[in-house]
């Protein structure tokens, strides 16, 4: 059977749709079926009367079919975009969310030392290291995170960035937090930590339930791990160096307690793209 792409796009979406898992069903299609074709998206509407043959077909129906069953599509891709470099992403790493680049629009706004000196701990894909690394080649960039898992993804990401000269190489450590780390080394201390609470109904919900819970869970109702993280960076942080946590939108009373408890200077909560409350900064005295 043959048919058009316009309408197995169509299709494609009404399954989605119906299945009930996505909120963008139809940008879910679009990408599922320019990925089989091997396309950018604007084939779709440069020939929408493009036939597809029985293998595509095959693929694309696949990859849907996952789709339905509320595999996030970036799993399905293989690949999610943040700030502008495509990253390799499976399911040992959370998916970068656009919430996050708040957090590198903040940052290159800071007047950091030419050659700062800059970790991202639990860094995942390798999403916020490689952003700040693209943009300022001069600043020593280092990642880490506890997962071997997620070391290797960030591993892979980090060399092809690096291959294609988008950025320097970047160390990737594995670490509990700053634990291992030297005192005072630090101009900034970066994270996207586990903030959510175990209990929270909303990791039953969308691509959530696909991602690695150790991602996305800390103890102490959410908090323990950004507790850990600003005591831990009060010593590895240089006097003057910035402390920058994401969190969750409902977090920022919390959280502004327990940094203002460490001791910060500054000590300011950020709103993201979408104005919920989402990151805190503070200052190292
Ligand atoms: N912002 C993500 C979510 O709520 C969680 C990311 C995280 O825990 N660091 O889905």
Not at 85 to 94: C, G, I, S, W, Y
Not at 192 to 209: E, F, S
Not at 247 to 273: F, M, W
């Amino acid at each position: 059977m043959s048919m058009r792409l316009d309408q197995l796009v169509r299709n494609c979406a009404d399954a989605i749709a119906a299945a009930q898992h996505s909120d963008s069903a139809r940008l879910d299609a679009e990408l599922l079926v320019l990925h089989v074709l091997e396309k950018p998206r604007s084939f779709l509407y440069s020939h929408p009367e493009f036939i597809i043959n029985a293998d595509q077909l095959a693929a694309v129906n696949h990859l849907v079919q996952r789709r339905c069953d509320g595999i996030p599509v970036a799993y399905l891709l293989g690949q999610k975009e943040f700030w502008s470099l495509m990253l390799k992403v499976d399911e040992r790493v959370l998916i970068p969310r656009p919430e996050t680049e708040a957090i590198i629009d903040y940052i290159l706004q800071l007047n950091l030392p030419e050659q700062a000196s800059v970790i991202d701990l639990g860094t995942g894909s390798g999403a916020i290291a490689l952003a700040l690394a693209s943009e300022k080649p001069n600043y020593f960039v280092v990642a880490s995170d506890y997962s071997e898992g997620a070391l290797s993804v960030a591993k892979n990401n980090v060399q092809q960035l690096a291959a294609n000269g988008a950025c320097h190489e970047i160390p990737l450590l594995r670490g509990d937090w700053l634990s291992a780390l030297a005192k005072n080394s630090f101009d900034l201390v970066v994270s996207n930590p586990p903030y959510i609470d175990a209990q929270d109904p909303h990791l039953q919900q969308g691509d959530v339930r696909f991602e690695p819970l150790s991602a996305l869970v800390s103890k102490d109702s959410g908090y323990d791990d950004i507790k850990l993280i600003s005591r831990q960076a009060k010593a590895c942080l240089k006097s003057g160096g910035h402390l920058i946590i994401e969190h969750g939108y409902d977090q920022r009373e919390a959280i502004t307690k327990i940094v203002e408890a460490e001791g910060y200077l500054n000590v300011l909560d950020h709103d993201d793209l979408n104005a919920m409350p989402r990151f805190i900064t503070a200052i190292n005295s």
